[in-house]
């Protein structure tokens, strides 16, 4: 059991991660972060990214137009950036560091300690990952929220809402660390090596050989 229980976990941690990884990456270049509806005109609709800026229009399609200036941007989105990048790279560090550690991999049989470590740093690549994927997106969405109530501004003034984005990168949070916890999970499992299996059924079967001969006339 322990040995197909291993291998599953492990792989299991590894697509869930690959999974949250790819939704981190989306989320970075998505330019739906904010939305925003016009009452005057309801055939437009606003959103904002980290990137650029777009108008949705019924009958136009999407026309987007780029930042100019990263210092222009607001404090939010210009750590959002940073943080979001490093969340990508880390990923990918660790989707590379951990796939060279899984036990299915012919790679490195006989280096069981350093396969280890290998999945242990990947799981902890997974959860910084993980962590600034989800600090970003929990940013800008507090900073919505903030606006959005603010009673300084007049209630004819529209305001921002919650973009599908942010929504896609509290997904992308918890899938890299519900990777990276079942990688680790199966470092502090108990492990059973298929070379010790087959030496115990092979002693095994010795011993059932020398009762049958002991046992005969």
Not at 8 to 37: A, D, E, H, R
Not at 91 to 117: A, H, M, N, V, Y
Request: charged share 15%; hydrophobic share 45%.
């Amino acid at each position: 059991m322990a040995l197909v229980y291993q291998p599953v976990m492990q792989l299991s941690g590894i697509l869930v991660s690959l999974l949250g990884w790819v939704l981190s990456c989306l989320t970075t270049y998505l330019p739906q972060w904010k939305n925003l509806n016009l009452e005057l005109n309801e055939l437009e609709i606003w959103t904002m990214g980290l990137w650029q800026a777009c108008v949705v229009q019924e009958e136009g399609g999407m026309q987007c137009k780029d930042f100019d200036s990263f210092l222009a941007l607001p404090p939010e989105l210009r750590i959002s950036r940073i943080l979001m990048f490093f969340s990508n790279g880390s990923g990918l560090l660790g989707l590379l560091l951990s796939g060279f550690g899984l036990d299915c991999l012919k790679i490195g049989e006989r280096q069981q300690e350093q396969k280890k470590r290998l999945l242990l740093f990947g799981g902890m690549l997974f959860w910084i990952s993980g962590i600034t994927a989800i600090v970003p997106v929990s940013w800008v969405a507090h900073s919505t929220v903030q606006e959005f109530w603010d009673e300084n501004i007049p209630d004819i003034v529209p305001r921002w809402d919650f973009g599908e984005a942010l929504f896609v990168g509290w997904l992308a949070g918890f899938c890299l660390i519900l990777g990276g916890s079942l990688l680790n999970c199966t470092i502090c499992s108990t492990e059973v090596h298929p070379s010790s299996v087959r030496y115990a059924v092979a002693e095994q079967q010795d011993q059932c050989q020398c009762l049958e001969t002991e046992t005969r006339p």
